[in-house]
């Protein structure tokens, strides 16, 4: 009797405690638009594709990022392009994260730039997966076209959609 209660209410403070989780990560992302406009540089347009580095295959990526974090799918984060490096403030190991506005298909998302690699031609950026269903749910399109990518000055930011 004493475990069926203890079961009963450890069970009742894990569903809280997730509830509680997703619903400040669903709201504490968002930017007023006026703030991240008058923060950001100049707009890179492109393409963008995801990454994944848990998935088989030689394109993937290492598990860990350029700046030293493990590849997290469930973070608002991308890589950029190798050539775009400093454009975004330098992403090296060990350095504070840089940001940027991502913008394709009417979303804003702030992303965390904490990655770069050598992307397929034509590529901007690789958005990590919950970012990617942030503008493909399905995961179906693979690439997204016309994705303009605009750095933001400061390290302020808290990744998630804009809006």
Request: proline share 6%; glycine share 12%.
């Amino acid at each position: 009797m004493v475990f069926r209660s203890s079961a009963a209410v450890c069970g009742a403070v894990v569903a809280l405690s997730v509830s509680v989780t997703m619903a400040r990560s669903e709201t504490g992302g968002v930017h007023a638009g006026a703030k991240v406009n008058e923060a950001s540089g100049d707009a890179i347009v492109g393409a963008a594709s995801m990454y994944n580095p848990f998935r088989p295959g030689w394109r993937e990526g290492t598990r860990n990022t350029a700046s030293g974090e493990r590849y997290n799918p469930s973070a608002w984060a991308a890589a950029i392009k190798t050539s775009l490096r400093q454009k975004f403030g330098g992403v090296h190991y060990g350095a504070k994260p840089k940001y940027a506005l991502v913008e394709a298909v009417g979303k804003k998302v702030i992303v965390k730039i904490n990655d770069v690699g050598p992307l397929t031609p034509g590529r901007i950026i690789d958005l990590n997966e919950r970012t990617m269903r942030h503008f493909d749910p399905s995961l179906q399109l693979g690439v997204i076209h016309d994705v303009k990518v605009r750095p933001l000055a400061g390290d302020d930011w808290t990744p998630g959609p804009v809006g």
